[in-house]
């Protein structure tokens, strides 16, 4: 795998192991609480990853991403019932994706596909997908803050917590200028 395909990789990975510290945060209420009637649950948020991830992924190089069986409309009414389920769907959309993902060769990043009919490189459907993923799972880490109140436990550095970090990360190694 080159370079690029190395370092994508490891970008989802990390994308869907935010996803999945935020679940396990949250009980089913939290993942299922809208703000209002317009917004989105993190449920109904997995549920059109999953959906888009599937539709992508799903014969990347020989047929168009926006799949005919798929219903995108769907994907943003409440479908799922529980966090089991919430959690099967959200690993049927990442295991589409890593394992179609890991069938790429260099080869493969200029050829063009196609997304609702209009042509990408996959070097870009892959940028756009990152991209995708990168933006829901921002909301999803968004909402799981605002659910789990005082009680959230941070993914990063906690606040207020930088000088701490950057002492016991830098502690005994030299950086140059």
């Given at each position: 795998m080159n370079d690029y395909l190395t370092s994508v990789h490891k970008r989802f990975k990390s994308y869907k192991e935010l996803g999945q510290k935020t679940f396990d945060q949250l009980n089913d209420e939290g993942l299922f609480w809208q703000y209002n009637a317009e917004?989105?649950?993190?449920?109904?948020?997995?549920?059109?990853?999953?959906?888009?991830?599937?539709?992508?992924?799903?014969?990347?190089?020989t047929s168009d991403?926006?799949?005919?069986?798929?219903?995108?409309?769907?994907?943003?009414?409440?479908?799922?019932?529980?966090?089991?389920?919430?959690?099967?769907?959200?690993?049927?959309?990442?295991?589409?994706?890593?394992?179609?993902?890991?069938?790429?060769k260099e080869d493969d990043l200029q050829k063009t596909i196609y997304i609702r009919s209009e042509p990408h490189t996959v070097i870009d459907s892959i940028n756009r997908q990152l991209a995708h993923c990168a933006y829901h799972i921002g909301q999803v880490v968004f909402i799981g803050k605002m659910v789990a109140g005082s009680g959230w436990e941070s993914l990063s550095i906690p606040k207020g917590g930088s000088?701490?970090?950057?002492?016991q990360t830098f502690t005994g190694r030299k950086t140059s200028i």
């Open positions: 917004s989105n649950s993190i449920a109904i948020i997995v549920q059109h990853l999953a959906g888009n991830m599937i539709s992508r992924w799903t014969d990347l190089l991403g926006e799949k005919p069986w798929r219903h995108r409309d769907e994907e943003f009414e409440t479908v799922l019932s529980d966090k089991r389920e919430l959690l099967d769907r959200w690993n049927e959309g990442w295991k589409c994706l890593f394992e179609t993902f890991e069938t790429l000088e701490t970090f950057n002492e």
